[in-house]
Nanobody, 120 residues
Framework: QVQLVESGGDLVQTGGSLRLSCTASLSTFGNNVLSWYRQAPGKERELVASAASGGDRVNYADSVKGRFTISIDNLKNTWYLQMSSLKPEDTAVYYC?????????????WGKGTQVTVSS
C-alpha cells in the first residue's frame, strides 16, 4: 500500500509563507512526476506545480509563478512546496501526487491533503 503523507498546512496571514512537505512510502527515484494540486471550496482540483524526479520539467500554474517553488529530495522520498507572498485565494486543501511509470504503465497515488488557509 503506497502512502503519501503531507504536512505543513496552517493558517497564515496574507503575505506570509509556508512550506508543505510530502513524504512517500516508495522511492521517488526513477521515472516519476511529482506534483502538488489544490482544491478550494466549490472549485475543481487544479495543478499547482509539478516536476520530474530528476528536478527537471518543472511547471507552475500561472497563478503561483514567482511565488511558489517545488523541490525534491529523493534521498528522503520527499518533495516540497515552498509558498511565499500568500494570498487569500491560495486558501485550499493541498494534495501531493506522484505518477510513477514502470514498464510503460502509469501508477498514480494521492495524499489525503493538508489545509492551507490565508487570512486577509
Amino acid at each position: 500500500q503506497v502512502q503519501l503523507v503531507e504536512s505543513g498546512g496552517d493558517l497564515v496571514q496574507t503575505g506570509g509563507s509556508l512550506r508543505l512537505s510530502c513524504t512517500a512510502s516508495l522511492s521517488t527515484f526513477g521515472n516519476n512526476v511529482l506534483s502538488w494540486y489544490r482544491q478550494a471550496p466549490g472549485k475543481e482540483r487544479e495543478l499547482v506545480a509539478s516536476a520530474a524526479s530528476g528536478g527537471d520539467r518543472v511547471n507552475y500554474a500561472d497563478s503561483v509563478k514567482g511565488r511558489f517553488t517545488i523541490s525534491i529530495d529523493n534521498l528522503k522520498n520527499t518533495w516540497y512546496l515552498q509558498m511565499s507572498s500568500l494570498k487569500p485565494e491560495d486558501t485550499a486543501v493541498y494534495y501531493c501526487n506522484i505518477v510513477r511509470t514502470h514498464w510503460g504503465v502509469a501508477y498514480e497515488y494521492w495524499g489525503k491533503g493538508t489545509q492551507v488557509t490565508v487570512s486577509s
